[in-house]
């Protein structure tokens, strides 16, 4: 599973690839070891755990923090052990086979990795192979007929359905698109989920995704007040002019 984003969308990639992935795996162990042991022992990387990127990794190898959420224990075969991962972007699920392998007392190494999940993508929803595309792009080109490729293609706004969201008014949609901040008065509604100095996405009123950007007010202030910078703009996605201006040349969040 690889998203690939396309003209205007392309900066959301650097948002889904730092969320959530899911990984099936194939674990080799060096020696014998009992099913029940090996079941026992993977749940213990559950929660945080410390990691050191292995040697041939493109990140710096200090000792790092991550976040698995959950190990499914598949099915076990002689020294083959399958199991999936949903953890933290960042985590190396080869260096969690050769932890588990320390543990074990006989060693491990990853055989096989399939990625099956990236943020709201999966394998089972929105996978779609090169060939389907190409079938698709000759039926659009030759037939003039977009089913397949609105089926292999997904509105930008789906790469955000896993953040918590701000909708904003109508009168605030082209100053947001300039780059402005989004002010309390051009809030309409907001999640509860939306707290400060997190990322959310900034939506219109009909579900169109206008930028991306970071809480600066939490939920509540934001619903008692009557000003204020709520929420600071990190990428604008939706072209200016899209939306008629309705704002005043000023200082940035004057929507």
């Known amino acids: 599973m690889l998203p690939v984003a396309l003209e205007k969308a392309t ?7 730092h969320t959530v992935k899911e990984y099936v795996c194939v674990m ?13 022992v993977l749940k213990m990387f559950v929660d945080k755990i410390y990691q050191k990127p292995p040697l041939r990794s493109r990140v710096k190898r200090a000792l790092r923090i991550k976040r698995v959420f959950n190990i499914e224990f598949l099915e076990m075969t002689d020294r083959l052990v399958l199991f999936k991962v949903l953890c933290e972007a960042g985590t190396y699920i080869r260096k969690i086979c050769h932890d588990v392998g320390l543990i074990l007392g006989v060693g491990a190494h990853m055989r096989e990795l399939r990625r099956t999940r990236v943020g709201p993508f999966t394998e089972n929803k929105n996978l779609v192979r ?37 909708v904003i008014r109508d009168s605030a949609v082209d100053a947001i698109c300039h780059g402005a901040d989004l002010a309390v008065p051009g809030i309409v509604m907001i999640s509860e989920d ?62």
């Open 11 to 17: 900066p959301l990639i650097s948002i889904v690839t």
């Open 28 to 40: 080799q162990l060096h020696g014998t070891v009992p099913e029940s042991r090996v079941e026992e």
């Open 130 to 166: 090169m060939q389907d595309l190409a079938d698709a792009y000759y039926r659009w080109i030759y037939e003039g007929k977009e089913d397949l490729l609105r089926k292999a293609i997904m509105p930008m706004e789906y790469a955000v359905c896993n953040m918590p969201k701000v």
């Open 194 to 255: 939306a707290l400060t100095r997190r990322r959310v996405a900034i939506l219109t009123l009909k579900g169109e995704l206008v930028a991306v950007g970071q809480m600066l007010m939490s939920v509540n202030k934001i619903l008692d007040a009557d000003r204020g910078i709520a929420v600071k703009t990190r990428r604008v996605l939706m072209e200016p002019g899209t939306y008629p201006r309705m704002w005043k040349s000023g200082k940035a969040g004057l929507t």
